[in-house]
């Protein structure tokens, strides 16, 4: 395996990112392996997160390892200890595998300098998501078959959005054809250097889309500056019945969660049949079973 740490998307071949979803496949039915007995993961969680923290946890007690939950609010860094502190603690403590969640970009390549276990990012900043490009790439190429040659059209608040950016590097590197949509202000400044077709509108995006991966308006960064308003992003940007009626009828929809409905897309896409998100929610622990015993071992 060509890689200690998985810290991002960029830096990993198609090779190992194949490798990583051939082990997730080889791990299904799997509840109670002992690959990872006498190891540590550390969760260190630094935001909010339900399914990756979770799904991290699981996967961990599926191959009988150690799993440890850190987050900022229940530590000491409420006492203001630093990130390198905290690190070095955990270091300390002889942990094998720190899965780090960090609103700053690059703060797991920051524990990964400081720390002799492995580190696996589980999204920092508007850098990258590795595992959740994986989770949605087993996802993909579990209901069309393959990856090579399909048209993904990634819809929403992309500017803020490391799940855009690490499936723009999969999804390219697996021979995907990758579409970006956003309006202006929700693009990043170099988008065009992403190796993706960006659509300024959404039947731009859904027209011979194999499969539509929504993405959160991430209110929480004061996106609500950059849209009109929710209401005139939801009719323009959202995914409801009608817009999905202009995608192929067997277009599966995506979305990494946590959603808002009636913003992005609408309860009745979300429940729909088309509908693959808990799919991905299911599959995120097969792939975060086959990460952790890769750089653990
Ligand atoms: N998809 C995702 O990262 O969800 P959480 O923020 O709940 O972990």
């Known amino acids: 395996m060509a890689f200690r740490h998985l810290l991002g998307i960029a830096d990993l071949s198609a090779e190992d990112a194949v490798r990583i979803l051939d082990t997730a496949q080889s791990l299904e039915g799997e509840r109670k392996a002992v690959s990872l007995r006498g190891k540590t993961v550390v969760n260190l969680f630094f935001e909010a ?73 589980a999204g920092d900043g508007t850098h ?52 970006w949509c956003a309006p202006a202000t929700l693009l990043p400044a170099r988008a065009a250097e992403m190796g993706v077709q960006i659509c300024t509108s959404l039947d731009q995006a859904l027209d011979g889309a194999d499969v539509i991966m929504m993405l959160r308006v991430q209110r929480e960064r004061l996106v609500d500056v950059l849209i009109p308003s929710t209401r005139e992003y939801s009719r323009t940007f959202g995914l409801s019945l009608k817009a999905l009626a202009r995608a192929p009828k067997d277009a599966i929809v995506m979305h990494p969660g946590p959603m808002n409905r009636g913003v992005e897309i609408d309860d009745a896409v979300a429940d729909g049949p088309c509908s693959v998100i808990l799919e991905q929610v299911e599959t995120g622990v097969l792939v975060r079973m086959a990460v952790l015993q890769m750089v653990a071992s």
């Open 128 to 179: 990258e998501h590795p595992t959740q490009a994986l989770l949605d790439a087993y996802t993909i190429r579990k209901h069309k078959g393959r990856i090579a040659g399909l048209t993904v059209a990634i819809v929403g608040d992309i500017a803020h959005s490391h799940v855009a950016r690490s499936n723009a590097h999969l999804l390219n590197k697996l021979g995907a054809h990758v579409r």
């Open 49 to 121: 997160s339900t399914r990756t923290r979770t799904s991290f946890e699981i996967a961990g007690k599926r191959l009988s390892a150690d799993v440890i939950n850190v987050s900022s609010s229940g530590s000491s860094v409420t006492k203001g200890e630093t990130l390198l502190d905290t690190t070095r603690n955990l270091d300390a403590m002889h942990a094998d595998v720190v899965v780090v969640r960090h609103s700053s970009s690059g703060a797991p390549h920051f524990v990964a300098k400081h720390t002799r276990g492995a580190v696996v990012n």
